[in-house]
């Protein structure tokens, strides 16, 4: 499962045009007229900002991770899982190192809505679980992804940006396999839903045509 090169890339001009302010302040037209670069358009975040969020992305990527090798029925889920896990520990611990040199408190838990995330999932098991974890995932990377690319690039110290350009080419890689496995998963239904629809059809054509041979039966015996 790897996500082309095309669609890759669409998914991280995308982030940054979500990253970009939906509105720019009158001095901001000139200069991005004379051509200064559009970065400058995208907010600084500071320490304090970017590794409280970046800890408890992690985290949750941890969790949700292990849940998917308990609760998933798709063997490809359970893997993906695995690798969150692996990955997002990997991250975390570099962020909780630049956290204790720069001297920023980083939350151990997860943030509230994180958390009910969690709940919700642990309440399912098998296909449910899985459909639902794809889902969750999917929206928790896009939003890892435009978190480290504004710390990759508007990180207010070096330490911050190091560790946001670290963690774009796993989120993005992740978030591919992500997509296309919901793509894949999606594309089976669809089909499915479409014979049940077929089925449907021909059993109400058979249906009728039984109706019209019966007709043709009874107006046989009337002229007999």
Known sequence: MRLSPKPLAVVIAAAALVVLPSTASANDGPRHAD?????????????EAYLPAAAQANRFEIVTGQLAQQRAESSEVRALGAMFVTDHTRLLEQGSAVAAALGVAVPEGLSPRQQATVEALARLRGPDFDAAWIDAQIAAHRDALLLNLRAAIRGEQPQIRTLGQGALPIITRHLGELLDLSEAARGPGNDRHGDNGRRGDHGDRGDHGGRKHGHHRHAHARQR
């Open 35 to 47: 051509g200064h670069s559009r970065h400058a358009r995208i907010a600084p975040i500071s320490a």
